[in-house]
């Protein structure tokens, strides 16, 4: 029997939002993001047991449109973070991880959104640039005040 040796890490995120009476406005659909260097090296520590902190804590989110680069540690010009609201592991499929934020109407809408990115770990808190940025995504998008974001992260850890 031929055993596959090759594990990849699938980072998918959508936002939906709604109105103040809970109605859907529009919803972007599911995209793929890059997962920073700092993200790979997190599970490699936590499997050589230098940290065992993983947890997706935070959301950010900024105004700089810059690209993304594996190398980045924080957002170009983080703007607003928020503690992540909900995870949950997907009871059918191993290895699969869902986590969302809810930003409020009055919430994140004194700036036009351009990057996101998910911060987990141990040093991981409010203060902006703290934490192990895992993934980092363009998103061009100003955010009012008559609608609510729910930004749902989708992590697969799968045999490839």
Request: net charge neutral; hydrophobic share 35%.
């Given at each position: 029997?031929?055993?596959?040796?090759?594990?990849?890490?699938?980072?998918?995120?959508?936002i939906?939002?709604?109105?103040?009476q809970?109605?859907?406005?529009?919803?972007?659909?599911?995209?793929?993001?890059?997962?920073?260097?700092?993200?790979?090296?997190?599970?490699?520590?936590?499997?050589?047991?230098?940290?065992?902190?993983?947890?997706?804590?935070?959301?950010?989110?900024?105004?700089d449109?810059?690209?993304?680069?594996?190398?980045?540690?924080?957002?170009?010009?983080?703007?607003?973070?928020?503690?992540?609201?909900?995870?949950?592991?997907?009871?059918?499929?191993?290895?699969?991880l869902?986590?969302?934020?809810?930003?409020?109407?009055?919430?994140?809408?004194?700036?036009?959104?351009?990057?996101?990115?998910?911060?987990?770990?141990?040093?991981?808190?409010?203060?902006?640039?703290?934490?192990?940025m895992?993934?980092?995504?363009?998103?061009?998008?100003?955010k009012?005040?008559?609608?609510?974001?729910?930004?749902?992260?989708?992590?697969?850890?799968?045999?490839?």
């Open positions: 029997m031929k055993e596959k040796a090759i594990t990849a890490w699938l980072g998918q995120w959508e939906v939002a709604k109105d103040a809970g109605c859907e406005l529009w919803r972007d659909q599911i995209r793929p993001n890059l997962i920073m260097d700092d993200g790979l090296n997190m599970f490699r520590d936590a499997l050589k047991g230098t940290i065992t902190d993983c947890k997706i804590k935070y959301v950010g989110l900024g105004n449109p810059t690209a993304p680069a594996n190398d980045q540690h924080t957002l170009v010009a983080e703007q607003f973070r928020k503690v992540v609201t909900s995870q949950n592991v997907d009871p059918v499929t191993a290895g699969k869902y986590t969302e934020v809810y930003i409020a109407d009055t919430e994140a809408n004194g700036f036009k959104c351009e990057e996101i990115g998910w911060f987990a770990g141990t040093n991981a808190s409010t203060t902006k640039d703290t934490g192990i895992i993934a980092r995504v363009l998103y061009s998008r100003q009012s005040a008559t609608e609510s974001w729910t930004i749902r992260r989708t992590d697969t850890l799968q045999r490839a």
